[in-house]
């Protein structure tokens, strides 16, 4: 694109006002600042204000298996499982391509350390839960983590630095996720610095897609991976390839499942998975009706009761088939660091205006069938969102330690 067409589209646009300062930018610059303006999906911006994202179909309670099954069949599902992980069918997707805002911490969020008399970081505690595995199956299972582009060296530079925490490197590969450029209230681009539009990872859903794009196809096809284990990097309590998970979704004949955890109270807030007009479907907290929240089965327990913590399994087959279909583009409110009118630097402290995001979440509705496979969330789930308060580095500790993790 030359620069003469770029101001002719932006201002039709009505987004001349970031080609200030062009002219004094170096030749290589002027080019990935082109490309950037060539990449930008415009049709993100009709979304602003818009509610169709949201319109949502008819739910109804999603095939599931709880925890009292799953201890009266364990033998049978652990088997299935270690058996696919032994034949190397198993891949597990480290999700860490995030801001962690909510944590304000300047490195990647998985280099959080969480050990109080010793060093204990979040990437450790993971690799540590996929050892146990590791240590079950005698085999290594293939780790694909995935970074962006503001923490793909970083976090690469750590897993380095700590020997990648005692795992086998040849059984990690990195990529990195795509990026979407943000805006003001207004629907303006806003850009970091001259010449530089600003840009997010375009959120958690995009991730194999941005795998294929990075030539990762022919090592799942190398390595026989027949499934996928997606899991976000801030729960620390996270059991990755978990066998029992696996077992159940391979016996059960599912194309995935998803970890759930027991939602007790009505208005406790978390996204609830569901059958949406006959699919997998997953449903906010604040899209549920107060009658859905409320609703009852027979024994009393709540009708709709299976939260989702992120992690998922896929099967690979099933993902080619969906990998080109669009998603659902979710515009979210942020705090977006960006350059005033007058080249001043502002980071905000409230939400300032809009991501474009894909969610991992939309993918489950892409799928068939979906199995909810119960776990206790005193042993599974231990989110790291914020320093303190709810799913915080405090709340994690003290999960941490109940579970006999020395800190
Ligand atoms: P969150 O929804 O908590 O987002 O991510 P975040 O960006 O990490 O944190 P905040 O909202 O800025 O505080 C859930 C999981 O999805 C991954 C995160 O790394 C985490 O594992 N994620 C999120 C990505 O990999 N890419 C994204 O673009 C967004």
Redesign the pocket.
Known sequence: MTKEQAIELLESRGQGHVMRGFDNLSEAQKETFLAQIENINWSDFELIGSDSANARGEFAVPPAIELSEIEARKDEFEAAGLEAIKKGEVGAI??????????GFDLP?GCYNVGQTHDLYIFECLINNLLDVVKKADAFIPLYI?T?EKNDKATRDFFAEHDYFGYNSDFVKFFI?DMACAVDYDGKLLLEEEGRLAT?????G??YASMLKAGLKSDIQARGVKWLNV????NVLQRIADPLFIGATILGNYVSGSKVVRKVEPAEKMGLLCLEDGKPGIVEYYEMSKEMSEARAADGSLLYKYGVI?NYLFSVEKLDEIVDNNMVVHVVE?KIPFIDADGNKVSPTEPNGYKF?LL?LDMIHMMDNNLAFEVDRNYEFAPI?NLHGVDSVDSARELLEKNGIVL
């Open positions: 480290l999700l860490a391509g995030g801001m962690g805002t909510r944590l969020k995935m962006s996720q997010s990872p375009n959120g958690n995009g991730w899991f976000a990097v801030d992120l942020k995001e991992v969102k």
